[in-house]
């Protein structure tokens, strides 16, 4: 409910960019920013030490982003948005929210927001130790269900993005080849499969990819993608 709160918030009092397909937008702003997606999909990539690309989130309608970048500090530089998709998103500085008339909430739904992107990042990092590499590409698979998945009358659950293997890879730390030697298995034991047609992945059996990593059941604003 907070989410949503915020997220009104920044459209009601923020500015509309739009970026086009295949569009970079650097994180290297002198103010803090929040964004609201309208439209689109865009992935946060960053760059590793070793110049290796990285996904840490996805972003569709309804999704909030903070920006806390700080020009001064090289690292920043590094996060960056690449837009899949034609992106409409809602920007505002975090000090121009706060000089509007709705300032006395905005502080209190900033914390919950960060709060809880806490939670899931050192849930996700958790994931990724106990369990492998597997494990992670598993852990994320359940998180882009949860964000993206769309039930089929058959009972299979379609996540309803475009999403590749080497985009699986750069979610997950790992290669490309690798990733694929994994969904070849989970394939084959008819726990996933790939719809050609649309270019999307279907889970076929959700609770025997939850068994592999002794899924907990989280809350699933704590286990999600975006």
């Given at each position: 409910m907070s989410n949503q709160m915020l997220y009104h918030l920044i459209k009601q009092y923020g500015q509309v960019r739009t970026f086009k397909a295949n569009e970079i937008h650097h994180l290297n702003d002198t103010s803090s920013n929040l964004y609201a997606f309208e439209q689109g999909l865009a992935f946060l990539k960053q760059l590793d030490r070793k110049g290796k690309e990285l996904i840490?989130?996805?972003y569709i309608k309804g999704a909030i982003f903070i920006d806390m970048s700080d020009s001064s500090n090289s690292f920043n530089s590094k996060y960056y948005f690449y837009f899949k998709e034609t992106t409409v998103v809602y920007q505002i500085s975090i000090d121009a929210l706060k000089e509007t008339d709705d300032n006395?909430?905005?502080?209190?739904?900033?914390?919950?927001?960060?709060n809880n992107e806490m939670?899931?990042?050192?849930?996700?990092?958790?994931?990724?130790?106990?369990?492998?590499?597997?494990?992670?590409?598993?852990?994320?698979?359940?998180?882009?269900?949860?964000?993206?998945?769309?039930?089929?009358?058959?009972?299979?659950?379609l996540i309803d993005?475009?999403?590749?293997?080497?985009?699986?890879?750069?979610?997950?730390?790992?290669?490309?080849e690798r990733v694929t030697k994994y969904i070849s298995k989970l394939k084959a034991e008819n726990t996933l499969k790939y719809d050609k047609n649309v270019k999307k992945f279907i889970v076929k059996d959700l609770s025997s990819i939850k068994s592999q990593i002794s899924c907990e059941n989280c809350p699933t604003n704590l286990c999600t993608i975006s």
């Open positions: 840490s989130n996805i006395t909430q905005i502080t209190e739904l900033i914390f919950q927001y960060t939670t899931k990042k050192e849930l996700k990092l958790r994931d990724y130790l106990f369990n492998g590499k597997k494990g992670a590409l598993l852990s994320n698979i359940i998180r882009l269900t949860n964000s993206f998945g769309v039930y089929q009358k058959d009972g299979n659950i993005i475009i999403i590749t293997h080497e985009d699986l890879a750069q979610m997950c730390g790992m290669s490309r």
